[in-house]
């Protein structure tokens, strides 16, 4: 659209109550999301952009169908949805008679061809290592390159970037946005219409203007850059944000554009302004992680495509299109507790970051992966209710970035597709990592006895359950190697303080007696 006159341009914008509750969707999920829109429509119209806006109960595809022919609308241009879910909708309006050109969308750094060069067409079994699209990449684009080097001598940083926090520097105030009358009036609706909806839509404070989010992206650059990389990976309870920089949920809306961010923090590092260790560890989430995961759940057909995926039925009609795919290679099936809704367990890590996501939204990378996930994972539950709970807990959680770090990443359920091994530990990495064990009534230097950490019990025994898949693992040989030289009276210890923890979470213990 920005390639041709505003006068000569015109949008079409949907917001679909039957999306909004297709999940109970954070409150403030569903607001960041209509106020951006709304936003957006009113700025494109100020800038001579023709715009019909259209509020509606149908799906985006139905919702548009009907516009298309109240209006009279010519053939539709639509830039191909990252969204499975939203690509089937359009699908089927198109099967009733809506008109829709699909064309590539231009916000994304890669293409589907990028992809398949290096990988080839998908294969169910075949092994992915997302470090060969992330050089392609830069190869690709020239971001941090000499020719055909990287800029400072190697691809990654990512062993530099492992630092715990211990107020090494200060961390900067987060800036907040206040919400304007038209973000007012989306959280009244939101209050209204969805009442029941997970989280809380109070202190509202995210960018929703063209300005707001500029400003959000530069606060960034010059105060959170610097020390981003180096605590990449550490977590704090009274720094819950630490240097992260919060961007998915506008890169996720299209509001900010993943080629200009890199850019930007790519100009930083040449100047010298910012670390190349930062810098680095900041482009390849963007330029490879999460380009390499929209590319994986695509072509996977959203892990439908897996050997071990068996269709959820949706009562006498048949096959729910819509419901998500449900790998479990490690065979995980036990209901996602209650603690994920807030319900306390004693645990200072899970207790906090779930307080964290009921409030925000969000949590960074390393909380979702280490405290709430790893928790799933070690204890087995499923993998596909976990996903499900981050599909509508996380404000930047769509299927395509969602069901690739869940179902892949996270937890394993996917085999070893997106993942060489399950991302899983006992206490000591939270511990070493974070400050949470600090101010919990849990030892993190004890595995047994009732003031014992669960997740080194649940660990232990994660390992011993899923030997038989896991045991032949080359990243897991020192682990096994320490289980099988463990005593059996000491695996015993084990097994019943993990089963306690279970128990504790409200649920009966997956078999943990070999």
């Known amino acids: 659209m920005a390639e041709q006159p505003a006068a000569d341009t015109g949008i079409v914008l949907v917001e679909s109550s039957a999306k909004a509750s297709r999940r109970p969707y954070h409150k403030k999920k569903l607001v960041v999301l209509v106020s951006n829109m709304r936003h957006f429509a009113l700025e494109q119209q100020a800038r001579g952009v023709a715009v019909v806006y259209g509020f509606s109960r149908l799906s985006h595809g139905e919702a548009l169908l009907e516009l298309q022919q109240s209006y009279q609308l010519p053939v539709l241009t639509c830039t191909t949805p990252a969204e499975r879910e939203l690509r089937l909708d359009l699908r089927l309006a198109q099967e009733r008679g809506l008109k829709v050109e699909m064309v590539d969308d231009p916000a994304w750094a890669s293409t589907t061809q990028d992809f398949t060069d290096i990988y080839g067409a998908f294969r169910p079994g075949k092994s992915y290592v997302m470090d060969r699209f992330y050089r392609r990449m830069r190869q690709k684009t020239g971001i941090l390159m000499e020719g055909a080097k990287p800029l400072g001598g190697q691809f990654t940083y990512d062993t530099e970037n492992r630092k715990p926090f211990r107020n090494q520097v200060e961390v900067p105030a987060f800036p907040s946005f206040a919400p304007d009358a038209i973000t007012d009036e989306v ?89 190349m260790g930062s810098c680095e560890g900041f482009i390849r989430q963007v330029l490879g992680w999460r380009e390499y995961m929209r590319h994986l759940h695509e072509q996977t057909d959203g892990y439908r495509l897996l050997k071990d995926h068996v269709a959820q039925e949706n009562g006498p009609s048949g096959n729910d299109p819509y419901a998500g795919a449900r790998p479990s290679a490690l065979h995980a099936s036990l209901p996602l507790p209650a603690v994920y809704w807030g319900e306390k367990s004693g645990m200072h890590c899970v207790d906090t970051v779930v307080a964290q996501v009921i409030e925000e939204g969000w949590s960074h990378h390393i909380t979702r992966l280490m405290v709430l996930s790893n928790l799933a994972t070690l204890c087995g539950f499923s993998p596909r209710e976990l996903t499900d709970w981050f599909w509508f807990a996380y404000v930047d959680a769509y299927d395509w970035v969602v069901e690739p770090n869940v179902l892949g990443m996270a937890t394993y359920a996917d085999g070893g597709l997106t993942a060489t091994k399950p991302y899983v530990s006992g206490a000591a990495y939270i511990n070493r990592m974070s400050n949470f064990c600090g101010h919990c009534r849990y030892d993190p230097k004890k595995s047994i006895g009732p003031d014992s950490c669960p997740f080194t019990s649940l660990y232990w025994t994660f390992l011993e359950r899923n030997e038989d898949v896991l045991g032949r693992n080359f990243r897991l040989l020192q682990p096994y190697h320490s289980l099988r030289r463990k005593k059996p009276e000491e695996l015993v210890q084990l097994r019943a303080r993990a089963d306690e923890a279970i128990a504790d979470l409200g649920l009966a213990p997956v078999k943990s007696g070999i």
């Open 187 to 275: 959280i009244a609706m939101v209050e209204k219409n969805y009442a029941h909806h997970f989280g809380t839509s109070r202190n509202f404070d995210l960018p929703c203007t063209k300005a707001d989010c500029e400003r959000f992206w530069q606060f960034f650059l010059d105060h959170l850059l610097p020390h981003f990389g180096p605590f990449e990976d550490a977590m704090r309870d009274d720094h819950l944000q630490l240097f992260h920089s919060k961007t998915s949920v506008l890169l996720n809306l299209g509001r900010l554009l993943p080629l200009e961010l890199v850019s930007d923090v790519a100009n930083r590092a040449v100047s010298g302004s910012a670390p």
